[in-house]
């Protein structure tokens, strides 16, 4: 067991596959949420890590297989628009749009890795989804970060989305 954040281990199982636990103590809901909004994620064709939720000593935790992959969050800054520039367009629509239609309060670029040998524009956590806050400042849904990189202009607002996609996807 090795700790990657506060509350997040990295676990052996004893067939050697690496696992990604989230103690969500108190917060069974939360676990529930994710793996209710990864599920959505996958539905509408977006790649995401799909969580399960399993008590572990009697503690909730929301359990992903561990990923090989690149955070985008650790891509330099100066890089990030031409790593993004590689995503196709309309998937970067979807998963804004979704993201937005999960009431995903935590958007933030540090949420998604390029997974695989075609560096797939991957969503890892979805945890703070359907109605989840974030404490007394988690306000209301923000903006996507990643639609920062995709604008041409570095602001977020900017992003355009292709109306022909967005249509399909209704």
Do not use: C
Request: charged share 25%.
């Amino acid at each position: 067991q090795k700790e990657l954040h506060p509350g997040v281990h990295l676990l052996k199982d004893p067939s050697g596959n690496l696992w990604v636990a989230k103690n969500r103590s108190g917060r069974a809901d939360k676990a529930e949420n994710e793996s209710v909004a990864a599920g959505l994620t996958h539905q509408a064709g977006l790649p995401v890590v799909q969580p399960v939720v399993m008590k572990i000593h009697g503690v909730p935790h929301s359990v992903t297989p561990y990923v090989q992959g690149t955070d985008v969050s650790k891509i330099p800054e100066g890089e990030r628009a031409a790593a993004m520039a590689k995503v196709p367009k309309h998937e970067i629509d979807k998963h804004a749009l979704l993201d937005y239609a999960l009431g995903n309060k935590d958007p933030n670029i540090g949420n998604f890795m390029f997974v695989g040998k075609d560096q797939k524009f991957t969503a890892i956590d979805k945890e703070v989804t359907l109605s989840q806050g974030m404490g007394q400042s988690a306000g209301g849904v923000r903006f996507p970060e990643h639609l920062r990189y995709t604008s041409g202009t570095g602001n977020h607002l900017d992003h355009e989305f292709d109306r022909n996609h967005v249509s399909d996807m209704a």
